[in-house]
């Protein structure tokens, strides 16, 4: 808002000057030179308060933009770290998906390996059985041909005399 009333104007302002009664000039235009000095003392002081708004305005809207330019880091870097977080929960997800599957694979082949392995055995212990059923047949057999054998010879024996000593010679 313009000063309708500068220092100048009221420095330049000059009065009728009366006879009689009137005001000392002189005490006049002393208090008006301080009233001059004193509002051009407070436009100065106006002046250099408004340059200091301006310049406070200024550095505030700086802020104010430095500090969007920060929220928007951040947003910014709570999305990067929410999308870090949920690749590295994703990339968990499927390596121990993965692991488990794994883990299903190597439990699945231990199984089919247990049961090859029990098939095997089964089959050794259908071998053993057959071995162990011929071998004692086998020796069941040769006891019953040594047992007739050995009958055979007794009887050979019994039915047949005695050899009769031979007679010494006599010369």
Known sequence: MPLEL???DIRNRTFKTRWLSGYDMDEVETFLTRVANTLEAVILENDTRQERVKNL???LEEFRNKRRHLEDAIVSSQRVIDEMRDNAKKEAENLLKGAEMQADRWISEANMQ???IKRELHQLEMYRKDY?????TLLESHLEQLNTLVA??????????P????PA???
Request: hydrophobic share 15%; glycine share 0%.
């Open 163 to 166: 050899p009769r000593p031979e």
């Open 57 to 59: 305005e200024h550095e």
């Open 114 to 116: 247990v049961q090859e």
């Open 152 to 161: 055979k010879t007794k009887r050979e024996t019994r039915d047949t005399p």
């Open 169 to 171: 010679n006599r010369i």
């Open 132 to 136: 162990e059923f011929k071998f004692r």
């Open 6 to 8: 500068t220092p100048d």
